[in-house]
């Protein structure tokens, strides 16, 4: 039995009922046009993944059953899984529901729960039990509901179905095993499974392997897109079947969905499976027969399997750069137009870290206005009835001095404005400055000075540069970018009020190391099918500074903090992996010899302290990007108190250890 398969990705947003069905409808009339047999959609689907604690509301479980049914019409002749919520026994299951020919024929529950790095699925559903099986009394009557699979019989012979829902395929002890011992044929994958740098290398072992492993056919379907704020999702359906990758589809696109499809010979698995030593018909633990359905496929002959041909970018020797471009971008669209935003704001100090926000803009637009037709821009951004497609449009850049600002900074961000298309502005706010220092002299009764007030007149600089493009966000219907890095927020190196103003941290999920790195590559090598920005020199060349001391001062990022390198490292040790001040202070004697013992210890020091006092801020930034296996978000990551004992034993003991 040969059976057309496709793996449906699809850019869905939380609770956008009509919008969500207006896509998935998309979706299957592509299918049915390509003669397609068996559709796997992404996990919840119907009502988006990222609902949070609108799933513990009836409604959403109700509106996804009646989008459900909009829908049942468009899945005449083929097999298709929408993933939504389901509520049995006083609890809500993450569930998906398996339609034939126009009609739900029974639901399958996750039954691995995400519930670590930025999922918290336990926090609103159950886990199913293996091998359980129910009577669920659906809005329109009975279906079975459970641990179960579907035999679909076609002229006398059996294609038996199951899942594997997302987290399900990432466990030791996953689903797969047991339903290869139950001889299924066929394994979905509905899935949303955010991204990370290098993830997709994983999903396609675990995809390949199960194929071969249980053989098996297997469909992978994830998300696309930034859904819900902050985790981004890439995309990159797969389908393999026998230990071989059969098609595979891209990922990161603009797309609003898109349809990956194969075929796949049934016939061929079963053989291996019944030659196979090792394999071993698992009858006693079959608690209950699979559901049988009679269904019509079509008839498809096996093509020849070609090399396949990947993108540039995906194959080539800067993935990690490439994957920041595309996943960035990617996230920017989308949190702009589901946000109804017109363009963003960007205070654009000639510094590194405002550079590359304006730099992932511009990559945004080009990326639209280059791999969309106009048709589907206009469609994207139909909010925005006076866009025309220009990249001023799109980014508007402000330059905001003090008599603290030096020329090469203005410089630096007037040629990046313009190397980006940006409508670049210039604001003098010097007088504001001087107005705020004044009245607070005034209300203490004594001058200011550096030796005495340095926070507060540095932090005053920043928290004036904040209203002005406020002001500019508002009377133009954009968004306000905040520019704070990863590593600025582990130490609170940022002002409240200030740079941290803004309604999207587009950085704060990356550290400052790669940041500088990958600026550099941007200026010598850059994208594929976009190439290099050269005027990033101009930023490249600076050593990092706030620019707030007196330019005597010769204020550098460094000199405040720790070099880049070693603050990447002791975060990550610190965060990540939970080492603590002691662990950390011996790792870093091998990793930077050059640096003395003191030297090394007053960085555990410096990082223990700034980290702890200022979770504060943390908690107050703007959403950001999820964008590897770390993060500061403690509203999706890292969860730490405000108020802590601020590791202060720990320290003291270390400066005795080594006194």
């Known amino acids: ?332 669209l989308d949190y702009m137009r589901k946000s109804r935003s017109r363009g963003f704001i960007l205070s654009l100090s000639g510094g590194a870290d405002s550079a590359a926000c304006a730099v992932l803009v511009h990559l945004m637009h080009r990326r639209l206005t280059q791999e969309l037709p106009e048709e589907a821009q206009k469609s994207k951004l139909d909010y925005w009835y006076s866009f025309e497609g220009r990249s001023e449009q799109v980014l508007t850049t402000i330059y905001q001095s003090t008599k603290n600002s030096g020329q090469v900074t203005r410089d630096a961000a007037a040629k990046v404005a313009a190397a980006v298309g940006a409508s670049h502005k210039d604001f003098d706010v010097e007088e504001l400055v001087q107005g705020y220092r004044q009245r607070t002299e005034e209300a203490l009764g004594r001058p200011l000075n550096w030796e005495t007030d340095d926070i507060a007149l540095q932090n005053i600089q920043a928290r004036v540069r904040a209203p002005g493009p406020w002001m500019m966000a508002n009377v133009l219907g954009a968004l306000l970018i905040s520019t704070s890095n990863r590593s600025e927020a582990a130490v609170g190196y940022a002002t409240m009020d200030g740079d941290t103003s803004g309604g999207l941290a587009p950085i704060a999920g990356i550290d400052k190391a790669f940041l500088r790195h990958w600026l550099r590559w941007m200026e010598s090598h850059g994208p594929a099918d976009y190439g290099p920005i ?40 610190a965060i990540r992996d939970k080492v603590g001040p002691e662990g950390i202070f011996k790792r870093l004697a091998g990793e930077f010899p050059e640096a003395d013992m003191e030297t090394r210890l007053a960085w555990v020091e410096r990082f223990f302290r700034l980290f702890t006092r200022n979770q504060w801020k943390r908690e107050r930034y703007a959403p950001s990007f999820h964008l590897d296996d770390q993060n500061l978000d403690p509203k999706t990551w890292c969860r730490f108190p405000i108020l802590s004992g601020g590791y202060q034993l720990e320290l003291e003991e270390l400066r005795e250890k080594i006194g």
């Open 1 to 332: 039995m040969n059976v057309k398969v496709a793996a449906a990705v699809v850019n869905q947003t939380p609770l956008d009922w009509l919008g969500n069905r207006s896509r998935l409808k998309s979706v299957l009339d592509q299918a049915r046009q390509e003669k397609v047999d068996i559709v796997c959609c992404p996990e919840l689907c119907l009502s988006g993944y990222g609902c949070e604690d609108a799933f513990h509301s009836p409604d959403t479980a109700r509106m996804s059953w009646r989008i459900l049914k909009d829908l049942l019409p468009h899945t005449k002749g083929i097999v298709a899984n929408f993933g939504l919520p389901v509520w049995h026994g006083g609890a809500v299951y993450n569930a998906c529901v398996l339609v034939v020919d126009g009609k739900p024929v029974g639901l399958v529950a996750k039954q691995h729960l995400a519930g670590d790095g930025i999922h918290y699925e336990p926090r609103w559903f159950k886990s199913w039990p293996a091998g359980v099986k129910v009577d669920w009394e659906s809005p329109d009557g009975l279906l079975p509901l459970g641990d179960q699979a579907f035999d679909l019989i076609h002229k006398g012979e059996t294609l038996r179905l199951a899942f594997e829902i997302c987290e399900d395929a990432w466990v030791a002890d996953r689903p797969g095993g047991r339903l290869a011992g139950n001889a299924v044929d066929l394994i979905l994958n509905p899935s949303a499974s955010h991204f990370a740098f290098g993830k997709q290398a994983i999903r396609e072992r675990f995809v390949v392997e199960g194929s071969r492993a249980f053989a098996v056919a297997y469909v992978y379907a994830n998300l696309l897109g930034n859904e819900s704020g902050r985790a981004i999702y890439d995309g990159g359906a797969i389908v393999a079947s026998g230990g071989e990758i059969v098609a595979r589809g891209p990922r990161l696109t603009l797309d609003e969905w898109r349809l990956t499809t194969a075929v796949v010979d049934i016939g061929r698995n079963k053989v291996t499976r019944a030659r196979t030593a090792s394999f071993e018909p698992q009858f006693q633990r079959q608690t209950f027969p699979p559901m049988r359905i009679h269904h019509t496929f079509g008839e498809h002959p096996i093509p020849t399997l070609k090399p396949e041909t990947l993108p540039a970018w995906e194959c080539g020797p800067y993935h990690k750069e490439e994957e920041f471009c595309r996943a960035v971008s990617l996230g920017l």
């Open 534 to 573: 050269p005027e990033l020199e101009a930023i490249n060349v600076q050593a990092p500074t706030a620019e707030l001391r007196p330019q005597e001062a010769s204020q550098t990022d460094e000199d405040d903090l720790m070099p880049y390198p070693v603050l990447e490292r002791i975060e990550r040790l």
